[in-house]
């Protein structure tokens, strides 16, 4: 059966930390959960967020997401404003780590987002085709993962700072190449900075917590006002008759009465 949808959607493919985007608890929820909000009765975000994938799972689920043919997209996530791609927090983790086996070497996965980015776009035809906007992989605060690892499931699943921003270079290079927009979730959340600093925004040294959640919604909203003023929620005109921007669907009720 066709998947109809009248109003537009935003599509949020990703790895756990998109897939915690709808996380409730805390002084924030989720980023997901937050970027919905602002989108209420303007366009349904779909979280596509699978727990533990690099990009290696990431090419093989594709086509269940966005279809697996060209044009074939609409009937599996609507017709999408933008895409966000956020993958490497897994990719990223130290080849040692065999147990878990989710390393991807920095050069595959390089090539990796960049078939990725190319294969989302393929799956849009003309004016339906959605902006691509990739994320870095966020942080890592080494003692607090290492801690969580061994008090979770009494071994390690090793990852470093370093390495997460070597990623994230990567991530700003296909971004370059490939006509994206970024948001940079390393710097944003202070990853250049003290591991005090970073550390007050990941719940367990990789994931995010409440106010790390927060940043990243600040970061993507200020890409999008910047870059695609007129894919972000509508403010004026009672958030319907504005000059720019995704409007509220429908009448406003003081236009039925």
């Not at 059966?1 to 709808?22: A, K, Y």
């Not at 290696?56 to 044009?71: C, K, N, Q, T, Y």
Request: glycine share 12%; net charge negative; with cysteine.
């Amino acid at each position: 059966m066709m998947l109809r949808m009248s109003r537009p959607t935003v599509v949020l493919f990703g790895d756990s930390i998109t897939q915690m985007g709808f996380a409730v608890g805390g002084e924030y929820p989720g980023w997901a959960g937050l970027l919905a909000n602002v989108y209420t009765r303007r366009a349904d975000v779909l979280n596509r967020g699978f727990s533990g994938y690099n990009t290696r799972h990431a090419m093989d689920i594709l086509p269940s997401v966005f279809g697996s043919s060209e044009g074939d997209s609409s009937s599996y996530v609507g017709r999408p404003l933008f895409v966000t791609v956020f993958f490497g927090a897994n990719d990223a983790s130290l080849p040692g780590d065999r147990e878990h086996c989710q390393h991807v070497p920095i050069d595959e996965y390089e090539d990796n987002l960049r078939k990725i980015v190319q294969a989302i776009g393929g799956k849009f035809q003309g004016s339906i085709k959605p902006q691509i906007i990739l994320i870095t992989p966020s942080p890592v605060h080494k003692p607090h993962w290492d801690k969580y690892c061994m008090e979770n499931f009494d071994d390690v699943s090793p990852r470093t700072n370093e390495v997460a921003k070597l990623y994230g270079d990567r991530v700003k290079s296909v971004a370059r190449e490939l006509g994206c927009s970024v948001v940079d979730s390393f710097s944003l959340l202070g990853g250049n900075d003290t591991e005090e600093t970073y550390g007050k925004h990941l719940e367990d040294g990789l994931h995010l917590n409440g106010s790390g959640n927060k940043v990243l919604f600040e970061g993507l909203m200020n890409v999008l006002t910047s870059d695609f003023p007129q894919l972000a929620p509508m403010e004026d005109g009672d958030g319907k008759n504005g000059a720019k921007g995704i409007p509220l669907e429908g009448a406003l009720w003081k236009e039925l009465c």
